[in-house]
């Protein structure tokens, strides 16, 4: 072979030799695709209806489509259709997870960003000087945070308003620390790890392999929520669009030791990120110039009693709409210090928190049911003494159906006779709008009232009560024999199953 040939041969052989040396080196070093997609997206929401896979974030909102009571536009938010930004408008985009996009509530409309909006529009008068677009969804974390920013650009926003910090919980509970090793330090540094375990506690090596709150601080800091967070905050200024760090509501509660199995993880999980997230979020700002939120006092003054508790929280994470108020008029007053709002508020007066309160009362007066879910207990035997004026429907497939009025000009009634051993029965009401009332009364043998229960609504909103909410109603503390129940309206419902109108309590 002529010497050139044998030197291309070397060449070609060398340059191979340090192509397979890269790969080996990157196949090492790089993160493992598995394992980050294990972290981006641990539950599987790429699987969900409404959500599907993305190669770089895991998965994505479902684009033009309707789903659960949630508008998905064209540009991949939820709510409105997205325009051209309007001449001397401020965009605000607001990224977090479930509690951005609004979960707990029964439409996208009573979502934080969502009652934001409507807060600046009734500050404005109805012109939309500032436009408030929710990018949360369902899952999203500080790590989806950093990669999105880049994408969220070409919307032209000013104004960045990130909440994460449950979701991050929830990914150091959930994935197993030895895949998060393999998602961060690459497979050579995940290995390295396990090698230390093996040699010094084969216990140790074990317990990297399962989810749970077992090495929470370690798998917090390989979730890595301040490097994630500093990298979005560096994006955002170099995109020179401002940033407002939100905490996200924790249901902080006491007794923890005493809940039962997951219910108490849960809230040991929370419990830890109360000592590490307020801390991360103070230090983040510090370092970027940016404003940290700390909305936790405002929702610690409702936790004083269950009551509270059902008014602000849907459950043990999400919040209801009154809550999500509460969360978009925190944000409200401080974006007012923002330059580019203070600008695009030119001539306007803020609103104070009593104007605004009078401004929302479908969110302010709302009430809550005590709990809800069919009941599994059993309906209480009362004898029906009378029926006027109310119409059943067709039972479900559970056997469920519920009285309403047959002339909507009168009221519906409905009088059972009670044992005298009940002391508190449950009931199923419903209604839709101003003007559906059920009220309960207890009939005394001498034709006295008085009254027990009463459900109505002091604003119009468009929405039904939620289906299976129920109700606790005392009985007086003396002999009862005799209840009126009474549906006026329309949309006045009493479900029940069977003859059973009243149920015992779980």
């Keep these: 072979m002529p010497v050139g040939g044998k030197r291309k041969w070397r060449i070609i052989g060398l340059l191979t030799a340090l192509a397979m040396l890269a790969a080996g080196v990157a196949y090492l070093l790089l993160p493992d695709p598995a394992a980050r997609l294990a972290v981006l997206d641990p539950h599987r929401f790429c699987n969900d209806p409404a959500a599907q896979y993305d190669p770089a974030l895991g998965f994505r909102l479902k684009k033009s489509v309707s789903m659960y009571g949630f508008r998905h536009n064209a540009a991949g938010f939820v709510g409105d259709e997205l325009g051209p930004k309007p001449p001397g408008a401020v965009r605000i985009v607001c990224l977090g997870g479930s509690t951005t996009l609004g ?54 926003p000013d104004v960045y308003v990130v909440m994460d910090g449950l979701n991050d919980l929830d990914v150091a509970r959930t994935v197993p620390l ?31 392999r399962v989810p749970g709150m077992g090495g929470i601080e370690e798998k917090w800091r390989m979730v890595g929520y301040k490097d994630n967070l500093a990298l979005a905050l560096d994006a955002a200024a170099r995109q020179g669009v401002a940033a407002l760090l939100v905490s996200d509501p924790m249901r ?54 269950p009551a509270r508790i059902r008014r602000v929280w849907a459950d043990r994470l999400h919040l209801t709409r009154y809550g999500y108020y509460l969360l978009a008029r925190e944000v409200y007053r401080t974006l007012l210090a923002y330059p580019s709002v203070r600008q695009a508020l030119a001539g306007v007066a803020p609103l104070d928190d009593a104007s605004l309160d009078a401004a929302f009362p479908e969110l302010v007066l709302w009430q809550p049911g005590e709990g809800s879910g069919w009941s599994r207990a059993r309906g209480i035997p ?29 009221p519906a009634v409905v009088v059972l006779d009670v044992p005298e051993t009940v002391r508190t029965a449950r009931l199923y009401p419903r209604i839709q709008g101003r003007g559906d009332v059920v009220t309960v009364q207890a009939v005394g043998m001498d034709g006295s009232r008085r009254d027990l229960f009463a459900m109505a609504k002091d604003y119009d909103d468009g929405l039904w009560s939620p289906q299976t909410d129920w109700f606790d109603v005392a009985m007086p503390p003396v002999p009862v024999r005799r209840l009126e129940i009474r549906l006026v309206g329309e949309n006045a419902q009493l479900w029940h199953r069977g003859e059973a109108m009243l149920f015992e309590p779980d």
């Excluded at 974390?141 to 999105?148: E, W």
């Excluded at 230390?196 to 140790?204: G, Q, S, T």
């Excluded at 509660?253 to 991360?280: C, H, I, M, N, T």
């Excluded at 029926?387 to 519920?402: H, L, V």
């Design 103 to 156: 979960a707990g509530v029964p439409t996208d409309r009573l979502a934080y960003p969502s009652i934001l909006q409507a807060i600046f529009d009734k500050t404005t008068g109805g012109t939309r000087r500032v436009e408030v677009l929710n990018a949360g969804l369902f899952g999203y974390h500080s790590l989806h945070t950093a990669l999105r920013l880049g994408e969220l650009e070409g919307v032209s």
């Design 382 to 410: 009362t004898g029906e003494l009378s029926r006027e004026n109310a119409r059943d429907s067709a039972p479900d497939g559970e056997g469920w159906s519920c009285l309403v009025p047959s002339d909507p000009a009168g």
């Design 252 to 305: 902080l509660e006491p007794a923890v030791g005493s809940r039962p199995g997951d219910d108490a993880e849960q809230a040991a999980l929370l419990v830890f990120g109360q000592s590490v997230l307020p801390a991360a979020n103070a230090a983040l700002a510090r370092r970027a110039g940016v404003k940290f939120l700390d909305v936790q006092p405002v929702f610690d003054a409702h936790l004083t009693a």
């Design 178 to 208: 030895a895949v998060l090793e393999r998602a961060r330090l690459g497979r050579g540094g995940a290995w390295l790890r396990d090698a230390v375990r093996r040699l010094a506690e084969k216990a140790d090596w074990s317990a990297a």
